[in-house]
């Protein structure tokens, strides 16, 4: 099983930066890949950055030019640098890790409030 332990959320205000981060512990062998997912009220969960083992990188179009997703594998650690934020990318911000023949793992999320 692994954990993961997501920090950085906060109150910022539009235009305003965050960088959160997530910690993984435990049976992390094989991750293939890291994700950040995100859910605003009302609204479905959905994929904002991931990367691959390979370094190949994904983003949602809404966060192109703004978001950058980066990992440090000797501290096991994901980040996601969310600059020029806006009120609309207010939401819960989720950390994964999907690993062979386990699926996708879950942290607990950290919350993401920006003011306009």
């Known amino acids: 099983q692994v954990q993961l332990v997501e920090s950085g959320g906060g109150l910022v205000q539009a235009g305003g930066s965050l960088r959160l981060s997530c910690s993984a512990s435990?049976?992390?062998?094989?991750?293939?890949?890291w994700g950040w997912y995100r859910q605003a009220p009302g609204k479905q969960r959905e994929l904002v950055a991931a990367?691959?083992?390979?370094?190949?990188?994904d983003y949602a179009d809404s966060v192109k030019g703004r978001f950058t997703i980066s990992r440090d594998n000797a501290k096991n650690t994901v980040y996601l640098q969310m600059n020029s934020l806006k009120p609309e990318d207010t939401a819960v911000y989720y950390c994964?890790?999907?690993?062979?023949?386990?699926?996708?793992?879950w942290g607990q999320g950290t919350q993401v409030t920006v003011s306009s």
């Open positions: 994964t890790v999907d690993r062979p023949f386990v699926g996708t793992s």
């Open positions: 435990g049976n992390i062998f094989g991750i293939n890949s």
């Open positions: 990367v691959a083992r390979d370094g190949n990188i």
